[in-house]
């Protein structure tokens, strides 16, 4: 039988980011019972949860703590049953500079979240990977058994993460999904990525947009369909085990995608290449193209947007001046 999560308590890491604070909204729309395990800071803010109406925000148990503890992560799993583990350092230059941080957040809070949830019992716990781990594409497209290439300390430690997922499926029977989004995009998404760095100049005036690459292409994904599918994936008894894509099997170049919002915006813009925004040769990732057909096969999950539809809703966010404002689109941000 297929899980309820209308039965069970849900436990959400990284609940204050991007795509975790679309996933908190949309579990909370369908009416499950969700605790946001946000990272603790002396301001007491909950992210991008912040910016939820009030009504929905009221439905919310917050914990606040940090996922490199494991005492608080044991502790805020403790009543649920389900645990969907998006938090993670994920911004790819960052991690040229600090990669001591990445394997705290990346790989041993994954193994606190594992350890938690073996020692109470939890019935499902998704663990998300990247589409970074898969390196630059050697077939296309590219399925879950792809080899793993560590192009980025970022993604070594992704890849690390998913290996300790997976033995503890294997060592414990522990009921384990790796679930692997490739690019999500979409409102609230992070200023260290491209799209956001894209329209955020382009809504500024710019006229002149600083990128580096722009030969790499990248299979885009909606964040409200990526949150569609880690419920679908929840939900999906016979995921247990599996590393799972979600993707939409459509990829676009940089430099497409940069004419695209340009188009979209009514703007016209130049590309003006910026050395400081350049991966190293051997760690650009330069072809990303998924495979969705498991996810596709075991939950009849679909993207319900196109890339069109869904950029079209990300520059309207980004178009509503106080959001736009938390975006320094003259700075390159790492």
Known sequence: MALDLKQEKILVTGADGFIGSHLV??????????K????????????????????????????????????????????CTVVMHLAALIAIPYSYHSPDSYVDTNVKGTLNVLQAAKRLGVKRVL?????????????????ELHPKQGQSPYSATKIGADAIADSFYRSFEMPVVIVRPFN?????????????????????????IKLGDTTPTRDLVFVKDTAAAFERIATTDSLIGHEVNIATGR???????????GNLAGNQIEIIGDAQRLRPQNSEVFRLLG????????????????LEQGLRQTIEWFSIPENLAGYKHEIYNM
């Open 25 to 34: 909204e949309h579990l909370i729309d369908q009416g499950y019972q969700v």
């Open 36 to 79: 946001a395990f946000v990272y603790y800071n002396s301001f007491n803010s909950w992210g991008w949860l912040d910016t939820l109406p009030k009504e929905k925000k009221s439905k919310l148990e917050i914990f606040s703590g940090d996922i490199r503890d494991p005492n608080g992560v044991a502790t805020a799993m403790e009543g």
């Open 127 to 143: 663990c998300t990977s990247t589409s970074e781990v898969y390196g630059t594409a050697q077939f296309v497209p590219i399925t």
């Open 184 to 208: 999500t995009y979409g409102p609230r998404q992070s200023a260290r990525a491209v799209i956001p760095t894209i329209i955020s100049q382009v809504l500024n005036g710019e006229t002149q």
């Open 251 to 261: 990829e676009i170049s940089v430099g497409d995608l940069a004419e695209l919002i």
């Open 291 to 306: 495979c969705n057909k498991k996810l596709k096969e075991h939950t009849g999950w679909a993207p319900d947007t196109s």
